[in-house]
C-alpha cells in the first residue's frame, strides 16, 4: 500500500508501460516489441507495424500479460500513424493471436534474409490497426528481415 501524500491523498499510479507491462501486477513478466517494416501485397506496397518478441514468463501464463503487451505495442504503432499490424508466430501460439483480432494470412511470406529471400517457416497473421484499414489480398513479400 502507498503512503499518503502530504495532501492526505494517496498519489495516482502511473501508466503501465507498454513495453514491458510495468504498472500491470505483474510488471517485468512480459514484454513485446514493434517495428515499421514495408511489405509488398500483391499489387500494393504498405508500411505495417511488426510485432515481435512477445514474451510471457511460462509460469505467469493466461493471466492477461500477452493480451496487454501486444495490445498496449500496436496502441502505440497506431498513434505513430501506422494502420496495419503484422507477425509471425509458432502454430501453436496462432488461437492465442485470434483470440486478440489477428487474422491469417491466406499464403506464406517471403522475407529477407542475409543470403536471400526465403519463405517464412513460421504462420504469418495481420491486424487491422485503424478502423478503415484493411490487409491487401495477395503474395506477401516483406522488404527485411523478420521482427
Not at 16 to 45: F, L, M, N, Q
Not at 105 to 128: D, F, N, R, W, Y
Request: aromatic letters at 4%; glycine letters at 12%.
Amino acid at each position: 500500500m502507498r503512503a499518503p501524500s502530504a495532501h492526505g491523498r494517496r498519489p495516482s499510479r502511473p501508466a503501465p508501460d507498454p513495453r514491458t507491462a510495468k504498472g500491470h501486477p505483474s510488471a517485468g513478466c512480459a514484454a513485446s516489441g514493434w517495428v515499421a517494416v514495408t511489405a509488398s501485397v500483391g499489387d500494393a506496397t504498405l508500411r505495417a507495424a511488426g510485432l515481435g518478441g512477445v514474451v510471457v514468463a511460462h509460469e505467469l501464463r493466461g493471466r492477461g500479460l500477452a493480451p496487454f503487451v501486444v495490445n498496449a505495442a500496436m496502441g502505440d504503432a497506431h498513434g505513430r500513424g501506422l494502420r496495419l499490424g503484422l507477425l509471425f508466430c509458432r502454430p501453436d501460439r496462432v488461437s492465442v493471436y485470434r483470440r486478440l483480432g489477428w487474422t491469417p494470412l491466406a499464403s506464406a511470406v517471403a522475407v529477407e534474409q542475409p543470403g536471400g529471400t526465403v519463405t517464412m517457416p513460421l504462420p504469418g497473421m495481420a491486424k487491422a490497426l485503424h478502423d478503415t484499414a484493411r490487409w491487401p489480398s495477395g503474395p506477401v513479400r516483406l522488404h527485411s528481415l523478420p521482427m
